[in-house]
């Protein structure tokens, strides 16, 4: 990359750590990136310094947000006596752009994983069984952690905790691959799984 001047050759750095853009990748958009307005720029530039600056966890539910609540948890329609438990914040997302699903949610941070190191402190398990002690209007706690080794053993493992307590507890049904996660499946499937869940 030598015939770029350190400043391109810098950019196509930058751009090519982020995940599955490639050198190639990383220089196409570099050069779109120059061939933009300077306005233009200012504003791809704006808004990645505004979601460093602005974005922070819901206190409720844990999802992206640029509020103390997020849009979910502060919105009086959604069905407060449903909360929907997923691994990460681009697994609700999935379940949103379903149109399935009026209810809450609860964002554990993760999947058991002990091969890993990842055990129940290091995802918000204890927090979540403390949602749903402290708010009596929870009903239904329906587990949608992906369908993979961990996600089952997650959702057993809730399931067992939240056995001791006054709430329906659901899976969301086949329909999802097993080993899929769930930021890769389509919206139809993740529709009929959400509709079809079952009682643990």
Do not use: W
Not at 28 to 53: C, F, P, Y
Not at 122 to 130: D, L, T
Not at 145 to 164: F, W
Request: proline share 4%.
């Amino acid at each position: 990359m030598t015939h770029y001047p350190p400043s391109v050759v810098n950019l196509i750095k930058q751009l090519s750590r982020l995940p599955g853009i490639g050198e190639k990748t990383a220089e196409r958009l570099t050069m779109h990136i120059l061939g933009e307005s300077s306005h233009d720029v200012t504003q791809l530039a704006q808004s990645i310094l505004d979601v460093k600056k602005k974005l922070r966890l819901c206190r409720q539910c844990f999802a992206l947000s640029d509020t103390e609540l997020c849009r979910i948890c502060s919105n009086p329609n959604r069905d407060a006596s449903k909360l929907c438990v997923v691994e990460q914040s681009v697994d609700m997302a999935s379940i949103e752009k379903s149109g399935s699903f009026y209810g809450l949610y609860y964002i554990l941070g993760g999947a058991l994983a002990p091969m890993e190191g990842i055990g129940p402190e290091q995802i918000r398990v204890q927090e979540m069984v403390k949602r749903i002690t402290n708010d009596s209007t929870i009903k239904e706690v329906i587990l949608a952690t992906g369908t993979n080794v961990e996600g089952e053993s997650t959702a057993s493992y809730i399931a067992k905790i939240l056995a001791q307590y006054p709430v329906k507890v659901t899976r969301i049904a086949s329909g999802v691959p097993i080993g899929g996660d769930l930021k890769y499946v389509d919206h139809v499937t993740l529709k009929r799984a959400l509709e079809k869940r079952h009682a643990l």
